[in-house]
Nanobody, 118 residues
Framework: QVQLVESGGGLVQAGGSLKLSCAAS????????MGWFRQAPGKEREFVAE????????SYAESVQGRFTISRDNAKNTVYLQMNSLKSEDTAVYYC???????????WGQGTQVTVSS
C-alpha cells in the first residue's frame, strides 16, 4: 500500500507562484511513476503532470506547459509541483497520484486546495 499526503496549497494572486509537495509512505516511491491531477468546481478531474520513476522523464498538460515543473526526490519519497505564473483558471483541488509503470493510477492523496485570485 502507498499513502500520499499533499501540502503547500493556498491562496495566491494571479501571476504568483506556489510549490506543492506530496509525501509518499508505505512503499518507496522509487518504484512508482508519480503525478499531479486537479479538479476545479463543476469540472472533471484532469491530468496536470507526471514524472517517471527516475525523475528523468516528465510530461505535462498543454495548459500548464512552460509554467509548471514536476520533480521528485526519491531519497525523501517526495514529489513536487512548482507552479509559476499562476492564472485564475488554475484554481482547483490538486491531487497527488501514483502508479506502477503502464498501470492505472491506483493511489491518490486527499487533495490540497489552490486558489488563484485575479
Amino acid at each position: 500500500q502507498v499513502q500520499l499526503v499533499e501540502s503547500g496549497g493556498g491562496l495566491v494572486q494571479a501571476g504568483g507562484s506556489l510549490k506543492l509537495s506530496c509525501a509518499a509512505s508505505g512503499r518507496t516511491c522509487s518504484f512508482l511513476s508519480m503525478g499531479w491531477f486537479r479538479q476545479a468546481p463543476g469540472k472533471e478531474r484532469e491530468f496536470v503532470a507526471e514524472v517517471s520513476r527516475s525523475g528523468g522523464g516528465t510530461s505535462y498538460a498543454e495548459s500548464v506547459q512552460g509554467r509548471f515543473t514536476i520533480s521528485r526526490d526519491n531519497a525523501k519519497n517526495t514529489v513536487y509541483l512548482q507552479m509559476n505564473s499562476l492564472k485564475s483558471e488554475d484554481t482547483a483541488v490538486y491531487y497527488c497520484a501514483a502508479r506502477y509503470v503502464v498501470a492505472p493510477w491506483s493511489y491518490w492523496g486527499q487533495g490540497t486546495q489552490v486558489t488563484v485570485s485575479s
